[in-house]
């Protein structure tokens, strides 16, 4: 089972630009399909963006497109959300997720412990 680790989270004024990082252990995320999700308070988990598992395809939901990035470096075992242009509703828990069956948001089946994400406008 791969463990997740995210960093990377804070507050920041809005326009701006934050990086996330998710370090995983116990496995190689080669093996593996990474996603970010986020979570505002009653609300679900949703899926930010996601890349399969050689990285080389990914996908973004509409409300992020064109401001947010995921990439990965497998030689740190680290997933990368690079958000910019951040929006007052970025706001939330942002989480990092594994899958080793498919990058369809409910194919996710492992996560990070989640870091708090605070745009302020």
């Known amino acids: 089972q791969v463990q997740l680790v995210e960093s990377g989270g804070g507050l920041v004024q809005a326009g701006g630009s934050l990086r996330l990082s998710c370090a995983a252990s116990?496995?190689?995320?080669?093996?593996?399909?990474m996603g970010w999700f986020r979570q505002t308070p009653g609300k679900e988990r949703d899926i930010v963006a996601a890349?399969?598992?050689?990285?080389?395809?990914?996908w973004y939901t509409t409300s992020v497109l064109g401001r947010f990035t995921i990439s990965r470096d497998n030689a740190k075992n680290t997933v990368y959300l690079q958000m910019n242009s951040l929006k007052p509703e970025d706001t939330a828990v942002y989480y990092c997720a594994a899958s080793s069956r498919g990058w369809a948001a409910g194919d996710f089946h492992s996560w990070g412990q989640g870091t708090q994400v605070t745009v302020s406008s």
């Open positions: 116990g496995r190689t995320i080669s093996n593996y399909a």
């Open positions: 890349d399969n598992y050689s990285g080389s395809n990914t």
